[in-house]
C-alpha cells in the first residue's frame, strides 16, 4: 500500500508562483511512476504533469508546459510541482497520483494511489 500526501497549495495573484509537494510513503518508492492532476469546478480532472520515480523523461500538459515543473526528492521521497506563471485558469484541486509501475502515464486511470488533494486559487 501506497500513501499520497499533497501540500502546498493557497490563494496566489496571477503571475505569482507556487510549489506543490507531494509525499509518498509505504512503498519502495524508487517503482513509483507519480502524475500530478487537477480538476477545476465544473470540469473533469485533467492531467498537469508526469514522470518516473528514478528519472527518464517528463510529460506535461500544453496548457502548462514552460511554465510548470515536475521534480523529485528521491532521498526524502517527495515529488514536488513547481507552477510559475500562474493563471486564474490553473485554479483547481490538485491532486498527486502513484503508479505502482514505474513508467509515467497521462491518464488517470492509469495510477493506483491518490492524495486528498490540495486547493490552488490564482486571482486575477
Known amino acids: 500500500q501506497v500513501k499520497v500526501v499533497e501540500s502546498g497549495g493557497g490563494l496566489v495573484q496571477a503571475g505569482d508562483s507556487l510549489r506543490l509537494s507531494c509525499a509518498a510513503s509505504?512503498?519502495?518508492?524508487?517503482?513509483?511512476?507519480m502524475g500530478w492532476f487537477r480538476q477545476a469546478p465544473g470540469k473533469e480532472q485533467e492531467f498537469v504533469a508526469a514522470m518516473g520515480w528514478s528519472g527518464g523523461p517528463t510529460y506535461y500538459a500544453d496548457s502548462v508546459k514552460g511554465r510548470f515543473t515536475i521534480s523529485r526528492d528521491n532521498a526524502e521521497n517527495i515529488v514536488y510541482l513547481q507552477m510559475n506563471t500562474l493563471k486564474p485558469e490553473d485554479t483547481a484541486v490538485y491532486y498527486c497520483?502513484?503508479?505502482?509501475?514505474?513508467?509515467?502515464?497521462?491518464?488517470?486511470?492509469?495510477?493506483?494511489?491518490w492524495g486528498q488533494g490540495t486547493q490552488v486559487t490564482v486571482s486575477s
Open positions: 509505504g512503498r519502495t518508492s524508487s517503482t513509483l511512476a
Open positions: 497520483a502513484a503508479r505502482g509501475v514505474n513508467i509515467p502515464r497521462v491518464e488517470s486511470w492509469q495510477y493506483d494511489y
